[in-house]
């Protein structure tokens, strides 16, 4: 681990530092560190510890005559050094009627996969006052049951895809016009039958494959339902959503404007949160990457939370927050945790 040549006494003033740091934006110095902690050491002795840990490349000085402020080194060792005690105290903010109360509401809503996650990333940047980011479940992890396919106007369908993830898509698809209801109950019986039971990215390379090569071949009716199908399983590449901007402003972190406009810049970017996100689709538990760990340039300056949620034990998509590096690692660990928790019983149930 990072700090393993540190000893006892620089871990605790360590810590220290950085929580106190985190509970309040401003320098820390080694008189407010004896005040705050009873760590047992004197002024002079802190304040040497702290002198070695800034040498050591725990933390900096922005002034001469300033305190410390913790280094991205300096927050990776607090977050390693977090007990799973510790972490999961920060599920006592959470309430358990409040755990039930949002699963139940996610079951009411998980018909509509935008409402669901719209209400997801909204809840977790209300809970926790920073970002927070979601990827749906991908294609490959997304299993066909059926479709419903119903005229809306002259040349305007309305498919209804259902998963077995229990998961309803709904689109708005252009038709030509001459195409009937009964078309479309017959178009719509043959891809339940054709493709029930296949992942969507399966169904799509399949479509690909029949409509480039052997589309000259078939009927109008079946050739229409390809395209119908092909335009249904649609996964737009920018399926990501975001809550939480006006949230994370209020913070003194943020109270230069541009760095406002780099967060913004950074987070409205789905392409960027995408490629963020599916770094971590595959992942185990809570993941904590701060500040230059980020593989994505714009996002070097912010700490990101993320974890998977899954159906049964199957990861399916990812939740993440992104914050400002102070931001308070056990209570985001542990709202990351408990949303993700809810909404795997909601996939699972």
Not at 92 to 97: G, P, Q
């Amino acid at each position: 681990m990072i700090s393993d040549f540190l000893d006892k006494r620089s871990r605790l003033v360590l810590q220290a530092v950085v929580q106190s740091y985190i509970n309040s934006p401003e320098p820390v110095g080694s008189r407010y560190v004896t005040k705050k902690y009873d760590l047992g050491f004197s002024p002079a002795t802190i304040r040497n510890i702290m002198a070695d840990l800034e040498e050591f490349g725990f933390l900096s000085q922005p002034h001469t005559s300033a305190g410390r402020v913790p280094t991205d080194k300096g927050y990776r060792f607090f977050v390693d050094a977090l007990p799973v005690s510790e972490e999961a105290a920060g599920h006592e903010d959470i309430s358990n009627e409040f755990i039930n109360h949002f699963t139940g509401k996610l079951q009411v809503i998980k018909d509509d996969m935008s409402v669901l996650f719209s209400e997801v990333t909204s809840t977790l940047s209300t809970l926790s006052h920073y970002v927070s980011v979601a990827l749906p479940p991908k294609p490959e992890n997304t299993t066909f049951n059926r479709m419903e396919l119903i005229k809306y106007k002259r040349n305007i369908v309305i498919a209804i895809l259902l998963t077995d993830e229990g998961v309803f898509r709904n689109r708005m698809l252009n038709v030509p016009e001459e195409v009937t209801q009964e078309d479309l109950n017959r178009i719509a019986d043959y891809i339940n039958v054709e493709y029930a039971g296949y992942a969507l990215d399966e169904i799509r390379r399949t479509l690909v494959t029949r409509m480039k090569y052997e589309k000259v071949l078939w009927d109008k009716l079946v050739s229409k339902a390809i395209d119908i199908c092909e335009q249904a399983l649609h996964i737009a590449e920018d399926d990501v959503f975001i809550s939480g901007l006006y949230d994370v402003m209020d913070l003194p972190d943020f109270s230069d404007m541009a760095r406002i406009k780099e967060l913004s810049k950074a987070i409205k970017d789905k392409h960027m949160m995408l490629k963020l996100l599916e770094e971590f689709s595959e992942s185990e538990g809570v993941k904590v990457v701060i500040g230059e760990e980020n593989s994505i340039e714009d996002l070097k300056g912010l700490s990101v939370v993320t974890t998977t949620y899954k159906d049964g034990e199957r990861p399916i998509g990812v939740i993440a927050l992104i914050g400002p590096k102070r931001m308070n690692y056990a209570r985001a660990i542990s709202m990351v945790d408990v949303v993700a928790r809810c909404v795997s019983k909601t996939f699972g149930s």
